[in-house]
């Protein structure tokens, strides 16, 4: 029967690194180990999610909803809203609406809770 | 823009002084549970896990929205910025329209869409259409299927016309207005405007738009 001796077990042993070496040169060279051989972990790990919701404390007290913001109509608009300015938008089983995002910015504007064709909805963006 | 009715229950939410990635937490006044404003996901507390229902809406101008929209009404309060006009969109490599469609997210950059205001795209297995107006810098974004049929959409002089039928189509609206498919509206997406950064951070996995180029050499 084969056994093996100290020499056998050092040749194996070199012959074992050889391989590993000649492994890894063509993986670097086939770029495999550059940055983004792993993208999926990282994608994961990164993804927010209720796991890692860890928010921040800005501002120590929550914000006054608000439920009543004035309507009023397109033509009641003129001169209250200029042209030029950005809207939100919302159609609504017919129903068509404008939030102007001047109106709706800074900490006590983000969120507005409205009512459009039979939809209770929050406007924000 | 959100539906702020949970299981049969309508929620009123406000700013809870909290931030998350930068992005604003909201508070609903009924369970007290927190929202990502950007997912629009309960995170924490007795609706943990829940989602509201995102809806389309339209990121463009007044002038613009009057007009397609004459019997429009709009929300007035004291101005507390002035920063938010045409001009807002000087940089459109900052912002992007973003489309989430289950597990799956995509997002348009406004500076691609310049160079390209018409994509047939698709995201999963959804055919979409996106169009873009420059004057008012106004993304839109619809499903791209009429009953069984899957269209493509072209520009001819400034107009929409899908290569099946040859129906022109009012991308503002996106209904047929000439043609065989006359009065067929497609599905509009609730695509977000959002800053590219801010996209990113949310949906790391978003793949992107970008107008294809020649290749050097050819």
Redesign the interface.
């Known amino acids: 029967m084969f056994r093996f001796s100290k020499r056998d077990w050092a040749q194996l042993l070199g012959l074992l690194l050889v391989a590993v070496a000649v492994v890894s040169v063509v993986l670097i060279s086939d770029g495999l180990l550059e940055e983004d051989f792993w993208p999926e972990t990282v994608?994961v790990a990164?993804?927010?999610s209720?796991e890692n919701?860890?928010?921040?404390?800005?501002?120590?007290?929550?914000?006054?909803?608000?439920?009543d913001?004035?309507?009023?109509?397109?033509r009641e608009?003129v001169g209250?809203?200029?042209?030029?300015?950005?809207?939100?938008?919302?159609?609504?089983n017919g129903?068509?609406?404008?939030?102007?995002?001047?109106?709706?910015?800074?900490?006590?504007?983000?969120?507005?809770?409205?009512t459009l064709g039979d939809?209770?909805?929050?406007?924000?963006? | 823009m959100y539906a702020r009715t949970v299981d049969q229950r309508t929620l009123t939410l406000s700013v809870s002084g909290m931030l998350w990635n930068r992005s604003l937490v909201m508070i609903d006044r009924e369970t007290k549970s927190l929202w990502s404003h950007l997912l629009g996901r309960a995170m924490r507390g007795p609706l943990k896990g829940k989602d509201l229902q995102l809806l389309s809406g339209q990121m463009t101008d007044w002038k613009t929205w009057r007009e397609r929209h004459p019997g429009t009404t709009v929300m007035v309060l004291k101005r507390t910025s002035k920063a938010f006009n045409r001009e807002f969109y000087a940089n459109p490599q900052r912002f992007v329209i973003g489309l989430v469609d289950g597990v799956a997210a995509r997002a348009w950059p406004l500076d691609q869409l310049r160079k390209q205001p018409l994509v047939n795209d698709q995201l999963d297995d959804v055919p979409l259409l996106v169009w873009f107006e420059e004057e008012s810098s106004t993304a839109y974004l619809f499903d791209r299927r009429a009953g069984d049929r899957t269209l493509r959409f072209e520009r001819q002089d400034g107009k929409l016309i899908d290569r099946e039928t040859a129906s022109v189509w009012s991308a503002q609206h996106g209904r047929a207005i000439k043609g065989p498919l006359k009065n067929t509206q497609l599905e509009p997406l609730p695509g977000i405007v959002s800053f590219r950064k801010a996209w990113k951070v949310f949906h790391p996995k978003s793949t992107y738009f970008v107008v294809a180029t020649p290749q050097e050499g050819y």
């Open positions: 994608a990164d993804e927010p209720v919701f860890n928010p921040r404390v800005v501002i120590r007290r929550e914000f006054p909803p608000i439920t913001a004035p309507v009023i109509s397109a608009a209250k809203v200029d042209n030029a300015e950005l809207v939100l938008g919302v159609q609504i129903q068509a609406r404008a939030y102007p995002l001047n109106m709706l910015t800074g900490p006590s504007r983000e969120i507005i809770n409205d939809t209770a909805i929050a406007a924000t963006w």
